[in-house]
């Protein structure tokens, strides 16, 4: 019994270590290569079937992501405004948000190939950036780079710069007006009404 | 025609721009309130005009042949992207455009097939307005364009003086034929682009800011070739107060 117990502390421990221990670059390569892998196999998700992205997103690529760090660069320096309870509700939204463009990309895959740039970094960095190139035949070669820091439960990535364009800061434009206009409780709103349409949209296509 | 109009346009911000104060909105938008207004006939001109006529085109066209347009008109353009790499000092990536050119208008049969990526050589993204970037140009407030959409003051005139006489589709002397070619591009490339539009549709609170962002964002980086500067001011900034 308590060999047995001894057993499955060391398998729960060295899984977690091993989760730490994954080079920055060797996860997203890791991610990647399994989503698009079922990607191509699923006959649903190839469909166009947005619920089943979402669902393939939620369980393979989020738990890779840190969304508070992700909405406080997104809110920027009016992040202290927000009190805890504001920026807890701003990090769901935003989440949610950010979750449903993610899977709409994905949605638009089409045998692009991806080729993984050496990773600069040094052994003790703590923020890196892995740098990719999505290849389409006929076209320039888009880059796609993760910003991702190392925390206690491994490398986790705080920001998508699709060429050149951070899928985070892009929205700080917008998130500072809405804030200087209507409040941070008027950002929250405008967050929850966006994703309330584009969830009935999702419910009505049929594609 | 519109061309003139565009520039006219330009020059007309460019007035505007020395008598208005910003007024607590971005700085580099000092024309929002032009620039909203001219976002907004953008679009109802795209909804009812060229997105269906692009949506059709795709509808229509075998996805091999659509790749076929693309890769025409892409091909065409190598040379002015070259011209454009030695201009910036970068005769390296210059020749490897002229190679791009020569192969695939030879092998390629006239560039409907890309050979020359597949053999390595890449695709580049330069355009005169680049090219004035990486001399120290500062790109001016940002504009929206009629049709052509988002640019800013150095994007617009270089577009619209200095690349027009780079791009060979204007040196066809049979004037309906020209613009029948110029159509076709513009379908194609707008064909193109449904997906993206249909994200950034989805993604944007407010369509216009993300848009302006993310012209901004993407300009800076195609500059610098993928690896510009980090922001010096205090606007881009940092993760203060973050919880993790």
Redesign the interface.
Known sequence: MIRLLGVICFSLLAHAVGAQDVAPDALIKRISDEVIGIIKSDKDIKAGNRAKINDLVEAKVLPHFNFARMTALAVGRNWPKANPAQQKTLVDEFRTLLVFTYSGALSTYKNEVIEFKPLHAAPGDTDVTVRTQVKRPGAEPVSIDYSMEKTAGGWKVYDVVVGGVSLVTNYRDTFNAEIRDSGVDGLIKSLANKNRSLENQGGTKSK | MLRACSVLLLLGALAALGGCATA???PDDPLEGYNRAMFKFNDGVDRAIIKPVASGYKAVMPEFAR?GV??FF?NLGDIWIGINNVLQGKPRAGASDFGRFAINTTVGIFGLF?VA??AGL????EDFGQTLGRWGVGSGAYVVLPILGPSTVRDGFSLLVVDWHGDPLWYVGNIPTRNELVGTRLVDSRANLL?AS??AE?????RY??L???YL??R???IYD?N?PREPD?S??S??????
């Open positions: 607590g909105g971005n790749t693309t890769n892409s890309d990526s597949n890449d695709k580049h993204n997906d249909r994200l989805e993604a944007a609170l407010d800011s993300y302006r962002s993310a964002q993407r800076r980086s195609l993928g510009p205090a881009s900034d993760s203060s107060g973050v919880q993790k």
